[in-house]
């Protein structure tokens, strides 16, 4: 069974810097991409940034140039670096996998809990 657990978020003020972490642990045999959504209240889960095993990576529109995502293969680890926040990035936090657990196996999709970052002065 796959668990991941997430850290780093909180309140922050407007114009300041959040790094989220989330570690995987479990029987991992490959992980193809890790990422960060958000959820807003009210709103719809949306993707924020995906980086695959390779290291390509995709951000979305609304984050571009202020947010950095990056791994760490060896220690399955993903983490979101965000920049100049604003108070409509506040919303829960979710880390997500695209993992398998052995060879012969498809890839799941795994998510974290969910962690609060909250941008208010």
């Known amino acids: 069974q796959i668990h991941l657990v997430e850290s780093g978020g909180g309140l922050v003020q407007p114009g300041g810097s959040l790094r989220l972490s989330c570690a995987a642990s479990g029987s991992i045999f490959s992980i193809y991409a890790m990422g960060w959504y958000r959820q807003a209240p009210g709103n719809q889960r949306e993707l924020v940034a995906t980086?695959?095993?390779?290291?390509?990576?995709n951000y979305a529109e609304s984050v571009k140039g202020r947010v950095t995502v990056s791994r760490d293969i060896a220690k399955n680890t993903v983490s979101l670096l965000m920049n100049n926040l604003k108070p409509n990035d506040t919303a829960v936090y979710y880390c997500?996998?695209?993992?398998?657990?052995?060879?012969?196996?498809?890839?799941?999709?795994?998510w974290g809990q969910g962690t609060l970052v909250t941008v208010s002065s």
């Open positions: 997500h996998f695209s993992l398998k657990t052995t060879a012969n196996r498809a890839y799941q999709e795994v």
């Open positions: 980086i695959t095993s390779s290291g390509s990576t």
